[in-house]
């Protein structure tokens, strides 16, 4: 069974733009629908985004971070549930 793809996206300031990442995970074929977003300081351990998009996550599923930062809390590089 094959699963669907998510993207996780963070800025740290809202100086930032979220734009670039979300461009490059729709051109790796993620809908927009399923790109969970937010913007916190990356200092602050709890990720509401990236944990919204753990909850929905199923067995197959893939999640996509884009280019791995040192600001998330968890080794998500490759994570396949």
């Known amino acids: 069974m094959t699963g669907q793809t998510f993207g996780c996206t963070r800025v740290s300031t809202d100086d930032q733009d979220l734009s670039l990442q979300i461009d490059a995970l729709t051109k ?31 067995t197959g599923d893939v999640l996509d971070v884009g280019q791995p930062r040192a600001s998330l809390p968890l080794p998500l590089t490759d994570r396949r549930v």
């Open 28 to 58: 790796a074929d993620i809908p927009k629908s399923q790109i969970f977003k937010e913007r916190m300081s990356g200092s602050r351990i709890d990720c509401p985004g990236l944990s919204k998009c753990l909850e929905v996550l199923n």
